[in-house]
């Protein structure tokens, strides 16, 4: 393993390890305060573990344990940093800039030159090199930047948010640029943004309270969150349960076969699972306490049997409980979104057109029906024996 972190920060609550292969990619993500910022520093040299051990490439970073410390200087890490904003040198030009790391290791000012305007050149911004950083706009100084982090070779590259200080504009270029060189480089990023993730990174750590609450690849991480903030990040409903005899049952009374979705065997009867659905792939129709005489159109049914959901592909009488799961709910909630409205019911979150909101005179404090084919939902064992649950007890 290229990286091996392991470290302590005890006035900041802050406790990871993790490792990361060669090539790797790693997206750190979580709530405000968890501790990614924190996990940068320790690795850049700027901060000091209470305790802990980190390697890189087998070359010591840190290590501070009872017997003393080791403590790489930052310069001598191997790692460059690529933060929010480009912090260019503001006296000199965006050449000597980049150029900067190469002649501090010694490099002869030609072949440094010679260097920076080849990673000039892989950012796409040649034409640059003898601007100063006043002259760039905010794109233009992060592509500088990250030729200039990108020109000292470092053995891990680490991204503080490189994409959020950025005009929306710019950012999508920015961010494939990022995927281009970060293919096959050892690299952390910090970030707020799923897309990043999706699109930057081989695996995810998602860190609460300066702990470690989820981690793995990005794809599984992303379609099978155990963590809340997992299930916000991935766009999904979370449901935390149980499997039960007859399959799962969740917190908020959900209960799905289990038959079809995983090998029931596998996962022994009062075992703790998830179910993630898409909001896009959960109906909602009215209750029969709620419906009106004579509702129509897919939504406005008073008998939920028939009624599906904006994610369903077609609804029809022969559809029953045998393949989708629903739930007697009241609506706490209803939230717009753009060309959707979102009703919040039971702690699931389900998208509906705004049109069928007013068919059915979707209001908080209605009872409705949710509903949701058995394909269109993912239940999963999770690792942790309760959300609740301290992440150490994994
Ligand atoms: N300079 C500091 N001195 C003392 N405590 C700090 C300092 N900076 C951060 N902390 C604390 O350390 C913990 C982790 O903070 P950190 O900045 O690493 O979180 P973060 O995940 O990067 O948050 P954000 O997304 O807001 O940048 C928090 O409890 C925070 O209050």
């Known amino acids: 393993m290229p990286l091996r972190f392991a470290a302590t920060l005890a006035q900041r609550r802050f406790d990871v390890r993790f490792e990361l292969a060669a090539g790797e990619t790693l997206a750190v993500l979580g709530p405000n ?26 070359a010591v970073l840190f290590d501070v344990g009872e017997r003393g410390s080791v ?75 990250l030729a200039r982090a990108l020109a000292a070779d470092p053995a891990l590259l680490l991204l503080d948010e490189p994409l959020a200080a950025l005009d929306v504009g710019v950012a999508p270029a920015m961010r494939l640029l990022l995927r281009d060189v970060l293919r096959e480089r050892t690299a952390v990023i910090v970030t707020h943004d799923p897309l ?61 076969p289990l038959a079809d979705a995983v090998p029931v065997g596998a996962v022994p009867v009062g075992a703790s699972m998830a179910l993630a659905v898409r909001p896009a792939a959960v109906g909602v129709s009215l209750s029969a306490r709620a419906a009106p005489e004579s509702g129509q159109g897919p939504h406005s049914g008073a008998d939920p049997d028939s009624e599906f959901g904006p994610g369903s592909a077609s609804h029809s009488a022969s559809h029953s409980t045998s393949d989708s799961a629903r739930l007697a709910a009241t609506i706490d909630d209803v939230e717009h979104r753009g ?10 979150a389900a998208d509906v057109a705004p049109a069928d909101v007013v068919a059915l005179g979707l209001v908080p404090g209605l ?12 239940v999963y064992p999770t690792p942790l024996p309760d959300q609740d649950a301290d992440p150490d007890g994994r």
């Open 367 to 378: 009872p409705v029906v949710l509903t949701m084919r058995h394909s269109d939902v993912v």
């Open 339 to 348: 060309d959707v409205v979102r009703v919040h019911a039971a702690g699931l």
């Open 33 to 58: 305060g968890a501790g990614k910022s924190t996990l940068l520093a320790l690795l850049a040299g700027l901060l000091t573990p209470t305790w802990g051990r980190a390697e890189l490439d087998g």
């Open 71 to 145: 403590l790489t200087e930052p310069r001598e890490r191997g790692i460059s940093l690529l933060a929010q904003e480009a912090l260019l040198f503001p006296h000199l030009s965006a050449l000597e800039n980049v150029a900067f790391g190469p002649r501090s290791r010694g490099v002869h000012r030609v072949s440094a030159r010679a260097t920076a305007l080849a990673w000039l050149d892989r950012v796409g911004v040649p034409e640059l090199a003898g601007r100063r950083p006043a002259q760039l706009s905010g794109g233009q100084a992060q592509r500088v930047a």
């Open 196 to 256: 990043d993730a999706f699109l930057l990174a081989d695996r995810v750590l998602v860190l609460e309270d300066g702990r470690i609450v989820e981690s793995g690849a990005t794809a599984e991480v992303l379609t099978r969150p155990v963590t809340a903030f997992g299930a916000r990040l991935a766009g999904l409903n979370l449901v935390p349960g149980r499997r039960t005899r007859a399959g799962f049952t969740g917190r908020n009374g959900l209960e799905v």
